[in-house]
C-alpha cells in the first residue's frame, strides 16, 4: 500500500512538472499574442475581426492549446493514442457547434449582438471557441509525429511510412468529402470538424509527396546495381538529414529544412513581421500589382525570411530562451 501511494505521489509531481513547463512555454506565446494585439492597435493596422475576433490572435490559441493539451494528457495520459482524443474531442465539439447552439453564438453573437462588443467572449468568441477545434488538430498532428519522427534505419521502413501516411491522405479526403455533404463546410473561423479532417489531409498529402520525393532521390543517388547484392538493403544515414549529413562529419547541413526547425517560432514571427511590413509599405490591398512586382515581392520576401533564419542557423543561434 505504502508503494502504491509513493508511486501515485511521483506521478502526481510527473504530471504537475509537465503542467508547469507547459504553463511556462505558453507564456511566451501569450506575451508574444497581447503585444501584437497592443502593436497593431497602436498603429491602426487593418485586422478582420471575422477570423479571431477583436483582441484574439493565432498567438493567444496557440498558448491556450498548449496548456489545454497538457491538462487532457494529465487526465488521460494516452499520449501514444493521441489519435483518440483527436477524435473524441473533435466529435464533441461538432456536436455542440451543430446540436447546442454554439454556431449561432458564433455567427450572431451573445444574446444575438454581432458585432465585437459586449465582454471579451462576445469579443473574441470565433478565437476561443475555435480553439477547442485546433485541440483537436493538435493531438491528432501530435500521432502523426508519432509516426513520422520514428526512427528509421533502411529504405524499407521509409516505404513503409509512405503507404500509411498514403492511406491516411486517402482517408482523410474522403473524410472531407463526406463531411462537407452529411456536416458543412470547412470553416478556419469555427475550426470545425470539416477543417480539422480537411487540414489533416492537406499537410499529410504533403508529407506523402515529400517523403515520395526523398524515396526517389536517395534511390537515385545512393543505388550502385554493380556493387549490391540481390535482398541487401539500403541503409540510411542515421541523425540528420539523409542527403548531406553524415554521423560524426564536422560539415554543417546545408538544407533548409533543419534551418527552419532549429528556430521554428523566430520563422514564424519573421514572416508575420516581414508580411506586416508589406501591407504597411506596398499596401496590397489598395494597388494592383502586376506580375513582375508581385513576383518581386515574393522572391524578397523568401530571401529575408530564409536568408536570416540560415543565418542563424550557420552562426548556432536559436531564439528559444525557456
Not at 512538472?17 to 502593436?39: D, E, F, N, Q, W
Request: one cysteine or more; aromatic letters at 12%; a positive charge.
Amino acid at each position: 500500500a505504502g508503494g502504491s501511494r509513493s508511486r501515485m505521489s511521483t506521478l502526481a509531481d510527473s504530471k504537475f512538472k509537465i503542467l508547469k513547463k507547459s504553463i511556462a512555454s505558453s507564456s511566451v506565446m501569450a506575451v508574444i499574442g497581447l503585444l501584437r494585439t497592443v502593436i497593431l492597435r497602436y498603429m491602426e493596422y487593418h485586422v478582420s475581426y471575422d477570423e479571431y475576433g477583436k483582441d484574439w490572435n493565432f498567438f493567444l490559441t496557440l498558448a491556450f492549446v498548449k496548456v489545454l493539451s497538457s491538462l487532457v494528457l494529465c487526465v488521460f495520459h494516452i499520449p501514444q493514442n493521441s489519435w483518440v482524443l483527436s477524435v473524441l474531442i473533435g466529435t464533441g465539439y461538432q456536436i455542440t457547434l451543430s446540436y447546442f447552439g454554439l454556431m449561432e453564438t458564433l455567427e450572431s453573437g451573445v444574446g444575438g449582438v454581432a458585432s465585437h462588443i459586449n465582454g471579451f467572449f462576445n469579443a473574441n468568441r470565433e478565437g476561443i471557441c475555435s480553439s477547442i477545434g485546433m485541440l483537436s488538430l493538435y493531438f491528432a498532428g501530435l500521432s502523426l509525429g508519432s509516426l513520422v519522427f520514428r526512427k528509421r534505419t533502411v529504405l524499407s521502413e521509409t516505404i513503409k511510412l509512405w503507404k500509411i501516411l498514403a492511406g491516411i491522405a486517402i482517408l482523410s479526403w474522403i473524410g472531407t468529402w463526406q463531411a462537407q455533404i452529411h456536416i458543412q463546410d470547412p470553416s478556419r473561423c469555427f475550426a470545425n470538424i470539416t477543417y480539422v479532417v480537411w487540414s489533416l489531409a492537406h499537410n499529410v498529402t504533403l508529407l506523402v509527396l515529400l517523403f515520395s520525393m526523398e524515396i526517389i532521390i536517395f534511390t537515385i543517388s545512393h543505388i550502385k546495381e554493380s556493387s549490391r547484392l540481390p535482398g541487401d538493403e539500403l541503409v540510411l544515414v542515421p541523425g540528420g538529414c539523409s542527403n548531406c549529413f553524415v554521423r560524426n562529419s564536422r560539415t554543417t547541413c546545408a538544407c533548409l529544412i533543419p534551418a527552419i526547425s532549429k528556430n521554428q517560432l523566430l520563422y514564424f514571427l519573421l514572416g508575420n513581421i516581414v508580411t506586416g511590413l508589406v501591407n504597411q509599405l506596398a499596401h496590397p490591398h489598395e494597388n494592383a500589382y502586376g506580375v513582375f512586382y508581385s513576383t518581386c515581392f515574393m522572391f524578397g520576401y523568401m530571401l529575408v525570411v530564409n536568408g536570416i533564419i540560415c543565418i542563424c542557423f550557420t552562426f548556432r543561434w536559436t531564439a528559444k530562451f525557456w
